[in-house]
């Protein structure tokens, strides 16, 4: 069975920075690599946010709120997700979530394999 578990999560100060993985199981080297894969985020009382996704060509999208500051990558021999996060707000305070897309090869947007969430704390 498909699995996904988020580690790195911590509390930081106001322009420090965190690295985020997110372990890949029950995935073959070629469903894995094939997987457009996400990082999404969600504060208290608010909705969910996708804040960086990778596909399999390795290409990258992030929303104005991060962009500059997230970086997402992918390493595939290990079936594992990465998201470098630099010069952290408090803004950025949240469980972070990373996310396997339901398509094999392209982003769907649909998001059928979701880790646990690691959290995210930034002060000020």
């Known amino acids: 069975q498909e699995r996904l578990v988020e580690s790195g999560g911590g509390s930081v100060q106001t322009g420090g920075s965190l690295r985020l993985s997110c372990a890949a199981s029950g995935y073959t080297y070629s469903s894995y690599s094939s997987k457009c894969m996400a990082w999404f985020r969600q504060a208290p009382g608010e909705e969910r946010e996708r804040v960086a996704h990778?596909?399999?060509?390795?290409?990258?999208m992030y929303p104005d709120s991060v962009k500059g500051r997230f970086t997402i990558s992918r390493d595939n021999a290990k079936n594992t997700l990465y998201l470098q996060m630099n010069s952290l707000k408090p803004e950025d305070t949240a469980m972070y979530y990373c996310a396997a897309d339901r398509a094999n090869g392209y982003c769907s947007g649909s998001w059928s394999v979701w880790g646990q969430g690691t959290q995210v704390t930034v002060s000020s």
């Open positions: 990778i596909d399999k060509n390795r290409s990258t």
